[in-house]
């Protein structure tokens, strides 16, 4: 949970001359004003486009193709699977892709009300599913559930494979159940002002991906959908988690100003006079930069960050696209490599579940993120790994490149990921293609690996530790599902325990480790981080000035005897005690209550 928004999501709804005040939780700092844009979709996100009436005939093509394509996936599916009740299943979905009436009527849709297909597909299918689930006879009720997966299917068709080419209007407000991380990746060129959603956590990528890009956002709030219109206006407070709907003028006009006023800290010259940055007693740290976005290094650096500590590569990642191409790979590892210089850049490889991928062979998992994910799935389906593998090496000539393999649960994963290396290297080697030094690091973000951090540590050159996952697997919490985020204690005793086992083998084996996880880029957590012993913190470029004060602000001495009190708690919530005392006591200038644990 993040200790510094913890607002406790509540129903709290009241109109004030129209106005309805609604509390979530904020997860991403800013002022957001502007119109409502609604999302739908589970695999492939849309919204309702209005069309011009010359593009309507093109649409009813677009819609066309993907019928067919829906059609051929399915027969390609159903020949695979031996089971009967499988193939009565996709015999069902054929036929509501044939027929006539359902489709005819998606395209008059279109046709009447000059939309967009996935609109139309939406709305039709939405109606007829209702009509479905009014029927008292339990099995044809049931073809409700075929036309769900049918609908989603049309959708993801209509993704083709091609670029989504997607303008969004000026100060849109996007509001979803969940924004799936590409989904943001692609709305974010037109520049969104905020993000609402049902669901998600402080640490889910697409809130980490918000903070990475100066988006306000503000999750948990149920609902949302049925109670928004795209087009109506509303305020998305990202410090307090308010989101106001039906703004009166007056507020419109309030938050307007007060988004233009909010600073973006920006440390003076004198704050980045020193090029290392230390705590008062001069304990040297190592802040490095959590970074996506190749245009974002020169202000970490600028900044004070050295390299970049953690490249999420599997952004790059398209799920309409697949795969980035080896080719594609190389240029794009290559191009950050160089802008980053002797710092290096650490890359992790892809860390993907399988439900991400081109999906529509694949059963459901019931637990994605204790499933076929991560280093998992790259040793499972060795051809994209290989080929990612021989895309970092060729980018590692005359570049500081080095990969990161996620969700290590023991050494076994790293000695397989280092043969397959080295063979690709033998390969490359004898087509005399070229390649530099890389050194190889492990995530540490399984309770399994916290307890081999020393053997795991050996293997490899650094250790990156990484927190959001690590206090989702250690707790038990999902860290994407916002009814459980109560339960999403950074602060919990177990957690601190981890981390200072992880930063002790790293000290054992002297090895380096970076911690990478959004606690890092707290600065109430950092200082925690510095007194458990951490000397390397990786985060994104926006939380570097404040966690660079932070640091020197405070003596590694104090740190380390708040860090020896807190080791004394039993639970979460008397750690939290703690830090609130103590930090009030000691750094009491630093921290305000209301940037603490409540
Ligand atoms: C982590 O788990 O802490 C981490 C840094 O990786 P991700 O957030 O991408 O899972
Ligand atoms: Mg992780």
Same mark, same amino acid.
């Given at each position: 949970?993040?200790?510094?928004?913890?607002?406790?999501?509540?129903?709290?709804?009241?109109?004030?001359? !129209?106005?309805?005040?609604?509390?979530?939780?904020?997860?991403?700092?800013?002022?957001?004003?502007?119109?409502?844009?609604?999302?739908?979709?589970?695999?492939?996100?849309?919204?309702?486009?209005?069309?011009?009436?010359?593009?309507?005939?093109?649409?009813?093509?677009?819609?066309?193709?993907?019928?067919?394509?829906?059609?051929?996936?399915?027969?390609?599916?159903?020949?695979?699977?031996?089971?009967?009740?499988?193939? !009565?299943?996709?015999?069902?979905?054929?036929?509501?892709?044939?027929?006539?009436?359902?489709?005819?009527?998606?395209?008059?849709?279109?046709?009447?009300?000059?939309?967009?297909?996935?609109?139309?597909? &939406?709305?039709?299918?939405?109606?007829?599913?209702?009509?479905?689930?009014?029927?008292?006879?339990?099995?044809?009720?049931?073809?409700?559930?075929?036309?769900?997966?049918?609908?989603?299917?049309?959708?993801?068709?209509?993704?083709?494979?091609?670029?989504?080419?997607?303008?969004?209007?000026?100060?849109?407000?996007?509001?979803?159940?969940?924004?799936?991380?590409?989904?943001?990746?692609?709305?974010?060129?037109?520049?969104? &002002?905020?993000?609402?959603?049902?669901?998600?956590?402080?640490?889910?990528?697409?809130?980490?991906?918000?903070?990475?890009?100066?988006?306000?956002?503000?999750?948990?709030?149920?609902?949302?959908?049925?109670?928004?219109?795209?087009?109506?206006?509303?305020?998305?407070?990202?410090?307090?988690?308010?989101?106001?709907?039906?703004?009166?003028?007056?507020?419109?006009?309030?938050?307007?100003?007060?988004?233009?006023?909010?600073?973006?800290?920006?440390?003076?010259?004198?704050?980045?006079?020193?090029?290392?940055?230390?705590?008062?007693?001069?304990?040297?740290?190592?802040?490095?930069?959590?970074?996506?976005?190749?245009?974002?290094?020169?202000?970490?650096?600028?900044?004070? %960050?050295?390299?970049?500590?953690?490249?999420?590569?599997?952004?790059?990642?398209?799920?309409?696209?697949?795969?980035?191409?080896?080719?594609?790979?190389?240029?794009?590892?290559?191009?950050?490599?160089?802008?980053?210089?002797?710092?290096?850049?650490?890359?992790?490889?892809?860390?993907?579940?399988?439900?991400?991928? %081109?999906?529509?062979?694949?059963?459901?998992?019931?637990?994605?993120?204790?499933?076929?994910?991560?280093?998992?799935?790259?040793?499972?389906?060795?051809?994209?790994?290989?080929?990612?593998?021989?895309? +970092? +090496?060729?980018?590692?000539?005359?570049?500081?490149?080095?990969?990161?393999?996620?969700?290590?649960?023991?050494?076994?994963?790293? +000695?397989?990921?280092?043969?397959?290396?080295?063979?690709?290297?033998?390969?490359?080697?004898?087509?005399?293609?070229?390649?530099?030094?890389?050194?190889?690091?492990?995530?540490?973000?399984?309770?399994? %690996?916290?307890?081999?951090?020393?053997?795991?540590?050996?293997?490899?050159?650094?250790?990156? +530790?990484?927190?959001?996952?690590?206090?989702?697997?250690?707790?038990?919490?999902?860290?994407?599902?916002?009814?459980?985020?109560?339960?999403?204690?950074?602060?919990?005793?177990?957690?601190?325990?981890?981390?200072?086992?992880?930063?002790?083998?790293?000290?054992?084996?002297?090895?380096?480790?970076?911690?990478?996880?959004?606690? %890092?880029?707290?600065?109430?957590?950092?200082?925690?981080?510095?007194?458990?012993?951490?000397?390397?913190?990786?985060?994104?470029?926006?939380?570097?000035?404040?966690?660079?004060?932070?640091?020197?602000?405070?003596?590694?001495?104090?740190?380390?005897?708040?860090?020896?009190?807190?080791?004394?708690?039993?639970?979460?919530?008397?750690?939290?005690?703690?830090?609130?005392?103590?930090?009030?006591?000691?750094?009491?200038?630093?921290? !305000?209550i209301e940037n603490l644990p409540v």
């Amino acid at each position: 949970m993040s200790a510094l928004n913890k607002k406790k999501q509540n129903d709290l709804s009241h109109h004030k001359n !129209g106005e309805i005040r609604l509390s979530g939780r904020a997860v991403s700092r800013g002022v957001g004003v502007g119109r409502i844009l609604s999302l739908f979709g589970q695999k492939r996100q849309f919204y309702r486009i209005k069309l011009e009436n010359s593009k309507i005939e093109a649409e009813i093509r677009r819609f066309r193709a993907a019928v067919r394509l829906a059609k051929r996936q399915i027969k390609k599916i159903s020949e695979q699977k031996s089971g009967k009740s499988q193939t !009565g299943i996709f015999e069902t979905h054929l036929l509501f892709l044939e027929d006539a009436s359902l489709l005819s009527k998606i395209e008059d849709f279109i046709k009447r009300q000059k939309v967009n297909a996935e609109w139309a597909v &939406k709305i039709v299918t939405d109606g007829y599913i209702a009509d479905y689930k009014a029927i008292s006879d339990e099995n044809l009720r049931d073809r409700y559930i075929d036309l769900e997966d049918i609908a989603e299917r049309l959708l993801t068709a209509l993704g083709g494979g091609g670029k989504a080419n997607i303008r969004l209007e000026k100060d849109t407000i996007i509001v979803a159940k969940e924004v799936k991380p590409s989904t943001l990746i692609e709305l974010v060129q037109s520049k969104p &002002k905020a993000i609402i959603t049902e669901n998600g956590g402080w640490t889910s990528h697409t809130f980490i991906l918000a903070r990475e890009l100066n988006l306000p956002a503000v999750t948990g709030m149920k609902g949302i959908l049925r109670r928004v219109q795209s087009g109506e206006n509303v305020v998305v407070d990202g410090f307090s988690g308010q989101v106001i709907l039906h703004p009166k003028v007056e507020t419109l006009r309030q938050y307007k100003k007060r988004a233009t006023q909010i600073r973006v800290e920006n440390p003076t010259k004198e704050d980045l006079r020193h090029e290392e940055i230390k705590t008062l007693d001069g304990q040297k740290i190592i802040i490095r930069a959590n970074l996506d976005f190749t245009k974002d290094y020169a202000e970490a650096k600028r900044l004070g %960050a050295k390299g970049i500590g953690l490249y999420r590569s599997e952004f790059l990642f398209n799920q309409n696209k697949g795969f980035p191409t080896e080719k594609e790979q190389i240029e794009i590892y290559r191009k950050i490599a160089k802008i980053v210089g002797d710092d290096r850049i650490r890359i992790r490889t892809f860390d993907l579940s399988v439900e991400q991928l %081109a999906g529509e062979m694949r059963e459901r998992e019931k637990n994605p993120a204790l499933g076929l994910r991560a280093i998992r799935l790259s040793l499972a389906q060795e051809k994209q790994f290989r080929t990612q593998l021989r895309a +970092l +090496l060729r980018a590692s000539w005359e570049n500081k490149l080095d990969i990161v393999l996620p969700m290590v649960s023991d050494v076994s994963e790293i +000695l397989r990921a280092r043969e397959i290396l080295e063979q690709e290297k033998e390969k490359l080697a004898k087509r005399k293609i070229k390649f530099g030094e890389m050194r190889l690091g492990a995530m540490i973000e399984v309770p399994s %690996a916290v307890f081999l951090a020393e053997q795991i540590a050996c293997e490899v050159d650094f250790l990156n +530790l990484g927190t959001n996952d690590l206090v989702q697997y250690l707790l038990a919490v999902d860290r994407d599902n916002e009814a459980v985020s109560d339960w999403f204690r950074t602060l919990h005793p177990s957690v601190l325990r981890a981390v200072k086992t992880v930063l002790q083998a790293g000290e054992k084996c002297e090895k380096p480790v970076i911690i990478c996880g959004e606690m %890092a880029g707290s600065s109430v957590y950092a200082a925690i981080l510095i007194g458990l012993g951490a000397t390397e913190l990786s985060m994104n470029v926006h939380s570097i000035a404040r966690v660079r004060k932070t640091i020197a602000n405070i003596a590694f001495e104090e740190a380390r005897e708040i860090v020896k009190e807190l080791e004394t708690c039993r639970t979460a919530a008397e750690v939290e005690e703690k830090v609130r005392s103590s930090f009030l006591e000691k750094w009491s200038h630093l921290f !305000g209550i209301e940037n603490l644990p409540v």
